[in-house]
Each structure stands twice: as structure tokens, then as C-alpha cells.
């Protein structure tokens, strides 16, 4: 799938859950609502920017100027910094503020926190950063052709948490293997130690390289191992009816064998998935489901198969290349996670960036197209033209979801994409290794986010585990720590019930006992913390056991 089509599948997601009293679902072209899918958007889009650049109309990117020279010198060693060009009066935290432009830098320090390169001469907002357990640090410079800025940063490690036993991680990353260059089919240029080094910047203790078609990677994903960085062997397993994670199967190539022909029943299909995964459990690997509610019904878990989900042993439910958002793939996949919850079927839940480019930058041009698109599209409209009669209502609704939309994907864009943007954190008794990371993802002790540091416990059982209740004096304890403000953290029940938990002053730091929630009818309870989609965590549940039951 094409950026292009990416982004409009997005968008066309999140336009199709508005609700009844939204003023856009009043719209005449919802009554062909069913007829807006991303191929057919992108055909009548080209088609109109054809029409434009026949017309003179043509949209030319920003030409880059000449460079300047940026040297910087970061603690802690092997930390991310954005440039951000400033546009406005750009302040510390507006680089999470729409303003029309996705055009930032990505860079990362070395093993002795330095970085030298070259980017474009102009004023930029730099910003450096190492993931949910340390401070950001901002400053301003100018840079000039052929000149050399200095730029120094000391970040404050906010929350100790591998003290509490926390390790944060991303199980689900793409690398050069994935390209043609070694028979795959992603446009992928990073090498595993760029991939490793990519991910140790954002604070990650643990990480699998899980490419497409082959195992060529391991040897060189291992050599990555680090005093503060674990590479676990993986693999990304195409079946035609889905993705597969063969998390942790090293040096043996698990291969899917898609039956063809008179020979693809669905009897056949089923007994190869569970061939698969047994074989990956036989060679101590993790089968993982990964984003199964795609809209590609070649890497979505087919609907039929959903009796047998539980050959699984985890699910991806928040895949790093979309938001978490109404409407998207992974709001679908986390309401299929609740919907099996719902039936007593646990399956830990997982994220996973599922980055093939650690530079960010998939969405820099794509930005200014859509938007120039979106002005013109405005035009068009108001005026009496003869052309695309028949496609008119594509058109208005590419209009008014870009208005309503292209802001929160923005802010999403620029902040939340590439390694561990969203990331597992797992608990473990001591520091990873294969082994235990497996354990602790296997039975969702766990929990997931792209910001905040969340907790929950029930009569002092966490995540993952079975509290059990008592007559009378059961706590819920959820505990978050944020180095951004969080809004309301919601438990959810089930039954399907929320309880929301708003946070005067949208809080940093959030601890509370709850000892009034009725849990005994309850089956499990999980907790979510959220400002927006940029600052959003979820934890797997603490199962719930009534001992009349």
C-alpha cells in the first residue's frame, strides 16, 4: 500500500465512524458512503491533479538551500534529535500543534552522544529525546551555509523503572532484509545495527528485527547485543490470510506453505496455520497474530478463522504506522482484543512500530500534496466546471476529511512514527533475556504505549495476572507517570462498562486506590490513559477470579 493510499485509507476510516449529530454526516455524498475506499479515492485524486497540471497547475515541493554544519553532544548516549524548521513563532511543544508542515529531521547520537550532520540552512527548533522515562530538552539555532552550530543537551531521567522491573521494547521492525535487494518486496534501506541503534534511541531495552520472507538478518541482528540492549531473532510471516510473528525462533526459517489451486481449501489453510504456529512453539518462539483487522485481506486474519484465534499466543493490536484512533485498523483490532476478552478468551496484546524507515520522513511531501490537493479540490468546487460531474462527491468528501482530519494526522506524523513509537513495556524479574521477555509477553504482563507509563493492580495482582476477591475492601490501584500531561485514564470492565477518571490540570503523575468500583460480576478490568493520539497507553487486564465461582 502506497503513502498515498495509507493516508486516505486513514482518513476515509475515521470519516466513516462520525457520529449521527456531526454536521459533515449530514452530507448528501454519505448516501455513497459505502463506495469511498482508498483505491478508488486515489484513482479520482490523480486523475484531478492530471486535470490540474493540464491546466498549468503543478505542485512543486519546498526546494531545500544550501547546508550548514549542526555538532551535538547528548547525554544519555544513543539519543534521538528532530530538527524542527520553525515556522511562526515556534515554541517548546508546538512541534505537537498542527501548523501545515511535516518537515522535520531525524538524527541519532553515537555510543559517545555526539552527532555531527548537514541539514538545510534556516532556523530550526531542535529537540532532543529518549523515549517515556526521560526529560526532552529544547533549544534554538540558526544554521548557515557552510557554518558550523553546536548544540549541547542533558536530559533528566525522569522515572527509574527498570528499578520497578519495566524494560521497554519493539517486536515488530522492518530492516534492509525486507528489501529486493534480498528477494523481498519493502522499500527498506537500514541496516540491522542502524535499526538497533534507531531503537536503543528511544529508550528501548529489547527489540526484535522481524523482517518479511527470510531469516538473513539474524546473525547481524544478534551482533547488535549491547550492555543495555537485548536483539531478539524474529520473523514476519506472510500466509495470505494474515501476518505472523515467529518471535524468537533463531536460525530456523518458519515458513507459511500457501496452498494454490484446487488444493486452497479452507480445511487445508486452517491446518497449515496450526502447523505453523506449533512449529514456531516447538523451536521456543512466540506465534504472534499481527495487525489483524488490515484492511489488505492478504495481511488481515481472515473473519472465518476467528474461532481459532487462540493458536495465537499474542495479538498486535496497536501497529505503529496508523493512529489509535476511532475508526482505524487499530481501533478495530483493540475492539476484536475486547470482543475475545468478552467470550474468557485471553490473548495478550502487543504493539509494534512496524517501522520500514527509521528516518520519519514518509509523510514530508504526502503532507504538502494533500493539502495543495485539498485547496485546489476547494476551488474547483466553488466554481461552475464541467468536469468530474460523475466524481463530484469523491472530491467533497476528500475536501471536508482533509479539513477535518489532516491536522490529527499531522500531529501524528511528525511525533509518532518510526522505531518504538509505540512500544511493549514488560515486567520481569530481572534483566532480559530471550526467555524471559517471551514469558512476560506471552501472558501480558505488559502494557503498551507511545508516551505514558501506565500501571493497574487489583488486590495487588498486575497485569496479566489473576486477583482474587474479597468480600469486601478489593482495590484497584492505577498509577501513571508521564513525561507529558495526560488528560483522564478510563478502566474498562467487562460487560463492556467504562468508568473515566478525568485529570484535573491534565497531570504529569497520577496514583490513586479506588476501593469503590464493583467488581463482582466482573470477568477482568484494563486500564487506558490518553491525552490524544500522540499520548496514549494501555495495559493488558488483571484477570478477575470470584472465589463463590
Same mark, same amino acid.
Given at each position: 500500500m502506497?503513502?498515498v493510499?495509507?493516508?486516505?485509507?486513514?482518513g476515509i476510516d475515521?470519516?466513516k465512524?462520525?457520529?449521527d449529530?456531526?454536521p459533515?454526516?449530514?452530507?448528501?455524498?454519505?448516501k455513497n458512503?459505502?463506495c469511498?475506499?482508498e483505491?478508488?479515492?486515489d484513482?479520482?485524486?490523480?486523475?484531478f491533479?492530471?486535470?490540474?497540471?493540464?491546466?498549468?497547475?503543478?505542485f512543486?515541493?519546498?526546494?531545500?538551500?544550501?547546508?550548514?554544519?549542526v555538532?551535538?553532544?547528548?547525554s544519555p548516549?544513543?539519543?534521538e534529535?528532530r530538527?524542527?524548521?520553525?515556522?511562526?513563532d515556534m515554541?517548546?511543544?508546538?512541534?505537537?500543534?498542527?501548523?501545515?508542515?511535516?518537515?522535520?529531521i531525524?538524527?541519532?547520537t553515537?555510543?559517545n552522544?555526539?552527532?555531527?550532520c548537514d541539514?538545510p540552512?534556516g +532556523?530550526?527548533?531542535?529537540?532532543? #529525546? %529518549?523515549?517515556s522515562?526521560f /526529560?526532552?530538552?529544547?533549544?534554538?539555532i540558526?544554521?548557515?551555509? !557552510?557554518?558550523t552550530v553546536?548544540?549541547s543537551?542533558?536530559l533528566t531521567?525522569?522515572y527509574?523503572?527498570?528499578?520497578?522491573?519495566?524494560?521497554a521494547g519493539d517486536i515488530?521492525?522492518?530492516?534492509i532484509?525486507?528489501?529486493p535487494?534480498?528477494?523481498?518486496?519493502?522499500d527498506?534501506?537500514e541496516?540491522?545495527?542502524?535499526?538497533a541503534d534507531?531503537?536503543r534511541?528511544?529508550?528501548?531495552?529489547y527489540?526484535?528485527l522481524?523482517?518479511h520472507?527470510?531469516?538473513?538478518?539474524?546473525?547481524?541482528?544478534?551482533k547488535?547485543?549491547t550492555? +543495555?540492549?537485548l536483539?531478539?531473532? #524474529? %520473523?514476519?510471516?506472510?500466509? /495470505?490470510?494474515?501476518?505472523?510473528?515467529?518471535l524468537?525462533?533463531d !536460525?530456523f526459517d518458519?515458513?507459511y506453505d500457501i496452498?494454490l489451486?484446487?488444493a486452497?481449501?479452507e480445511?487445508?489453510l486452517?491446518?497449515?496455520?496450526i502447523r505453523?504456529?506449533?512449529?514456531?512453539?516447538?523451536?521456543?518462539g512466540?506465534?504472534?497474530l499481527?495487525?489483524p483487522?488490515?484492511?489488505?485481506?492478504?495481511?488481515?486474519w481472515?473473519?472465518?478463522f476467528?474461532d481459532?484465534?487462540?493458536?495465537f499466543?499474542?495479538m498486535?493490536?496497536?501497529?505503529?504506522?496508523?493512529?489509535?484512533?476511532?475508526?482505524?485498523?487499530n481501533?478495530?483490532?483493540a475492539?476484536?482484543?475486547?470482543?475475545?476478552?468478552?467470550?474468557?478468551?485471553?490473548?495478550?496484546?502487543?504493539?509494534g512500530s512496524?517501522t520500514?524507515?527509521?528516518?520519519?520522513?514518509?509523510?514530508?511531501?504526502?503532507?504538502g500534496?494533500?493539502l495543495?490537493?485539498?485547496?485546489e479540490?476547494?476551488?474547483?468546487?466553488?466554481e461552475?466546471?464541467?468536469e468530474f460531474?460523475?466524481?463530484?462527491?469523491?472530491?467533497?468528501?476528500f475536501?471536508d476529511?482533509t479539513?477535518?482530519?489532516?491536522?490529527l494526522?499531522?500531529?501524528?506524523?511528525k511525533?509518532?512514527?518510526?522505531?518504538?513509537c509505540?512500544?511493549?513495556y514488560?515486567?520481569?524479574?530481572?534483566?532480559?533475556?530471550?526467555?524471559?521477555?517471551?514469558y512476560?509477553?506471552r501472558?501480558?504482563?505488559?502494557f503498551?504505549?507511545?508516551?505514558?507509563?501506565?500501571?493497574?493492580s487489583v488486590?495487588?495482582?498486575?497485569?496479566?495476572?489473576?486477583a482474587?476477591?474479597?468480600?469486601?475492601?478489593?482495590?484497584?490501584?492505577v498509577r501513571?507517570?508521564?513525561n507529558?500531561?495526560?488528560?483522564k485514564?478510563?478502566?474498562?470492565?467487562?460487560?463492556?462498562?467504562?468508568?473515566?477518571?478525568p485529570?484535573g490540570?491534565e497531570k504529569?503523575e497520577?496514583?490513586?486506590e479506588?476501593?469503590?468500583?464493583?467488581?463482582?460480576s466482573k470477568?477482568y478490568?484494563f486500564?487506558?490513559a490518553?491525552?490524544?493520539?500522540?499520548n496514549l497507553a494501555?495495559?493488558?487486564?488483571?484477570?478477575?477470579?470470584?472465589?463463590?465461582r
Amino acid at each position: 500500500m502506497s503513502k498515498v493510499t495509507k493516508f486516505l485509507s486513514i482518513g476515509i476510516d475515521m470519516m466513516k465512524v462520525l457520529p449521527d449529530d456531526d454536521p459533515l454526516s449530514s452530507r448528501d455524498y454519505w448516501k455513497n458512503r459505502r463506495c469511498f475506499t482508498e483505491g478508488r479515492m486515489d484513482k479520482v485524486l490523480t486523475a484531478f491533479e492530471a486535470w490540474l497540471k493540464e491546466s498549468g497547475k503543478e505542485f512543486k515541493p519546498e526546494v531545500k538551500g544550501k547546508t550548514g554544519t549542526v555538532e551535538c553532544h547528548v547525554s544519555p548516549k544513543v539519543s534521538e534529535v528532530r530538527f524542527y524548521p520553525k515556522h511562526g513563532d515556534m515554541k517548546p511543544g508546538d512541534e505537537y500543534v498542527a501548523n501545515r508542515h511535516i518537515d522535520f529531521i531525524r538524527k541519532v547520537t553515537g555510543e559517545n552522544g555526539s552527532l555531527t550532520c548537514d541539514i538545510p540552512e534556516g +532556523d530550526y527548533l531542535v529537540k532532543v #529525546s %529518549k523515549g517515556s522515562e526521560f /526529560s526532552y530538552a529544547y533549544t534554538d539555532i540558526t544554521v548557515k551555509a !557552510g557554518k558550523t552550530v553546536t548544540v549541547s543537551a542533558e536530559l533528566t531521567h525522569l522515572y527509574d523503572i527498570e528499578k520497578e522491573g519495566y524494560y521497554a521494547g519493539d517486536i515488530h521492525h522492518h530492516s534492509i532484509y525486507s528489501s529486493p535487494v534480498w528477494g523481498g518486496t519493502d522499500d527498506v534501506i537500514e541496516s540491522p545495527k542502524e535499526v538497533a541503534d534507531s531503537m536503543r534511541a528511544l529508550g528501548l531495552k529489547y527489540g526484535a528485527l522481524s523482517d518479511h520472507h527470510n531469516i538473513l538478518n539474524h546473525e547481524e541482528w544478534k551482533k547488535t547485543e549491547t550492555e +543495555d540492549f537485548l536483539p531478539i531473532p #524474529s %520473523k514476519e510471516i506472510s500466509t /495470505s490470510n494474515g501476518h505472523v510473528l515467529s518471535l524468537g525462533v533463531d !536460525g530456523f526459517d518458519v515458513i507459511y506453505d500457501i496452498p494454490l489451486g484446487e488444493a486452497r481449501t479452507e480445511s487445508v489453510l486452517r491446518k497449515e496455520f496450526i502447523r505453523m504456529t506449533d512449529e514456531i512453539k516447538e523451536h521456543g518462539g512466540l506465534a504472534q497474530l499481527n495487525h489483524p483487522r488490515d484492511h489488505q485481506v492478504s495481511i488481515s486474519w481472515n473473519k472465518d478463522f476467528y474461532d481459532m484465534t487462540d493458536i495465537f499466543e499474542t495479538m498486535e493490536i496497536w501497529n505503529g504506522s496508523n493512529p489509535m484512533y476511532y475508526g482505524t485498523t487499530n481501533a478495530l483490532a483493540a475492539d476484536f482484543w475486547r470482543d475475545l476478552l468478552e467470550q474468557g478468551r485471553f490473548i495478550p496484546a502487543t504493539s509494534g512500530s512496524d517501522t520500514h524507515n527509521t528516518r520519519a520522513d514518509d509523510y514530508h511531501k504526502l503532507n504538502g500534496l494533500v493539502l495543495w490537493l485539498c485547496e485546489e479540490v476547494r476551488r474547483f468546487l466553488s466554481e461552475d466546471h464541467k468536469e468530474f460531474k460523475e466524481d463530484r462527491h469523491y472530491l467533497e468528501f476528500f475536501m471536508d476529511m482533509t479539513f477535518r482530519f489532516a491536522p490529527l494526522l499531522e500531529e501524528w506524523a511528525k511525533t509518532s512514527l518510526t522505531s518504538g513509537c509505540v512500544r511493549t513495556y514488560v515486567k520481569l524479574p530481572g534483566k532480559p533475556n530471550r526467555e524471559s521477555v517471551l514469558y512476560a509477553l506471552r501472558h501480558g504482563r505488559s502494557f503498551l504505549t507511545n508516551g505514558p507509563i501506565l500501571e493497574l493492580s487489583v488486590n495487588g495482582a498486575g497485569m496479566g495476572e489473576t486477583a482474587f476477591l474479597k468480600e469486601e475492601g478489593n482495590v484497584v490501584k492505577v498509577r501513571v507517570r508521564s513525561n507529558r500531561p495526560v488528560k483522564k485514564v478510563i478502566l474498562y470492565t467487562s460487560g463492556y462498562e467504562a468508568r473515566e477518571l478525568p485529570l484535573g490540570g491534565e497531570k504529569k503523575e497520577y496514583e490513586a486506590e479506588i476501593s469503590n468500583i464493583d467488581l463482582t460480576s466482573k470477568d477482568y478490568i484494563f486500564a487506558v490513559a490518553v491525552s490524544d493520539v500522540t499520548n496514549l497507553a494501555i495495559t493488558n487486564p488483571v484477570k478477575i477470579k470470584h472465589l463463590d465461582r
